[in-house]
């Protein structure tokens, strides 16, 4: 069965505390790894897509990687205003027509 | 702008009513995607649609019912089969089927 799991569950940091955030997967195969954030009440806002096994993006703070069972999202010195919760989706070769959502990460920046 | 919208942002329903959840887009996007958010649990699909007059299942489609007339437009309904519909509903669209999904603000719906 494809499943998405995220850890941890809450992540709390000081300003400036560089961390990363885990997202495992098991997929019969992968098509696509997504990456959104998503603030309360709010619907989530698109981050990254990854493809394959060592590709990386950027942005600003943020750097997502790929490995053949997982991806990180690596924030580097965050600030208050990355508080949010991060979800990770991925998207089976053989159903590319539906992304399975992990549960998410809830993530607080202290100042 | 484009973007996905979403109304209301808040509705409440008496038991034993349907309600109908509004979705629009001007992406010009071929697929669109409800799907239901709890807390401590990921996003689970309602329904999708790949193209107008066109729609499929997803996981947990049993209580719902959705419609695609137009390419812009994918209302879903709440009815009163759905047992517990106390929920954070999201609509996204993509450009077609597999590709990256974008989502509306949400319509958090309330069971009284």
């Known amino acids: 069965e494809d499943q998405v799991t995220q850890s941890p569950e809450a992540l709390r940091l000081q300003e400036g505390e560089s961390s990363s955030l885990n997202c495992s997967y098991t997929v019969s195969g992968l098509r696509g790894l997504f990456w959104y954030r998503q603030d309360p009440g709010k619907g989530p806002e698109f981050l990254f897509t990854?493809?394959?096994a060592g590709e990386e993006k950027e942005k600003e703070r943020l750097k997502a990687t790929l490995t053949k069972k997982e991806s990180f999202l690596h924030i580097t010195a965050p600030k208050p205003e990355d508080s949010a919760t991060y979800l990770c989706a991925v998207q089976a070769a053989t159903s590319y027509d539906k992304v399975i959502f992990g549960p998410g990460t809830s993530l607080s920046v202290i100042p | 702008d484009g973007g996905i919208t979403q109304s209301p942002k808040y509705l409440f329903r008496k038991e034993g009513q349907n309600v109908t959840l509004s979705c629009e887009q001007n992406l010009n996007h071929d697929a669109m995607y409800w799907y239901r958010q709890d807390p401590g649990q990921g996003l689970r699909l309602i329904y999708y649609s790949q193209i107008v007059n066109d729609f499929q299942k997803g996981d947990i489609a049993e209580g719902y019912s959705v419609s695609r007339e137009k390419k812009e437009s994918f209302p879903l309904t709440v009815t009163s089969a759905q047992k517990n519909p106390t929920a954070f509903y999201l609509c996204?669209?993509?450009?077609?089927?597999?590709?990256?999904?974008?989502f509306g603000p949400g319509t958090r719906l309330t069971v009284l």
């Open positions: 996204a669209s993509s450009t077609g089927t597999g590709d990256t999904q974008y």
């Open positions: 990854l493809y394959s």
